[in-house]
Structure formats: structure tokens, C-alpha cells
């Protein structure tokens, strides 16, 4: 059992460049997630599925796109990177997040770099 | 108001010392509320979910009170592997659960 992994582990890009964040979860889990992390912000959410076919905004999406490929897989895609999107990137997933207590297992990151 | 706030760090304290986490939310609905133990470098892992009626695992308790919306988190008889950032996570105000996290509290046990 693997559980959550990403794709891949670090990476640098020039702006105006494109990427696509691959993450994939074999726990059979319903929810998936991406956050960024920064130094003093702490974790923010970008976007979620609720549900395979389902993609909602979190709290930061601007410049963000995702696809919920199917239950297992939920990738991000940056269309054209800036050095604000540097930051360490978490996908996460849970049973659901419908309810209470569901824990939200996280991968192990991908290290970004937009210069 | 931030939704979740924290202490702010780091915590500097000596093997074997009892040492107390702070964290108060903004959404008085909130349902779920958890403590996640996030290592350098590494993904936050779950430490523990945090129970209306407090609980304990091992070294570590977790108290709720809503009424002040605070959470807390003690850890006694701290060893050099309790080195970590903790984060306080509740659920968020938006109508699905999804979670917010707080920006964490590193702590640091010296020998």
C-alpha cells in the first residue's frame, strides 16, 4: 500500500512555463485534495473533489487548474507558471470529507521552483 | 479574524518537559477538529482527532472547548523525536468539510 503519492518530487520551471502535478491514491478514497504550503502561511487549499467527477475552488485557484482523472488520480496543472506559485505542493485524500473525523492522508510533496 | 490561529513558535524545551499547545478557531460550527504532526521537510501525518470530552494517547491530551472555541494539545515526558511542527486543523465554514489549518507550532526538545 502506497498511499498517496505525487509526481514529481521537485522541480524548477522558467515563468510563462507549464506543468502538470501528478497525484495518486490507492485507499480507494472518495476526496481528493491539493494544498500549497509557504513559509508563514501554513496550508492553503487550492482545490478539491468531492467525488470522482466533481472539482471545486478552495481558497487559493488563481492560476491553478485540476483534473480528477478518476478516483485514484487528481492532478494540478499550472498553464503558465510565476514565481508567486513557488511553494511546496501536498495532495491529500480522505474517505470522505462529508464526515466528521475523516483524516486526510497527504503525499509526500512536490518541491516547486518558478524563477 | 483568521479562521485558525496558533501559538507562535518555536517552543525551545528540554527532555522529559510538559509542554502545552494553543490553538482558537473562528467558525463556531465547526464539527471536526484534529492535531497533525508535521516532521521537516515531510508531510503532516495526523497526531490525533481532538474529542468534545478530551482524550488522551500516551504522552499526549487533547482538549476542545467550544464555548471558547480553543483547543489545546499537551505532550509530557517530551523526547528528542517530538521535535515537529503541530498543526491545529478544524473543519472550514465552507459547506463541505474541508479543512483548514492553522500555520503550526514548531517545538523543539533539546537533550
Redesign the interface.
Known sequence: NAGVTQTPKFQVLKTGQSMTLQCAQDMNHNSM?W?RQDP??????IY?S?SEGTT?K?EVPNGYNVSRLNKREFSLRLESAAPSQTSVY?CASSET????????F????TRLTVL | RKEVEQDPGPFNVPEGATVAFNCTYSNSASQSFFWYRQDCRKEPKLLMSVYSSGNEDGRFTAQLNRASQYISLLIRDSKLSDSATYLCVVNSESGYSTLTFGKGTMLLVSP
Not at chain 1, 497527504?106 to 510533496?109: A, E, R, V
Open positions: 485534495y494544498y508563514g502561511m501554513g496550508l492553503r487549499l478539491y468531492a471545486d478552495g501536498f470529507g462529508l464526515s466528521s473525523y475523516n483524516e486526510q497527504f503525499g509526500p510533496g
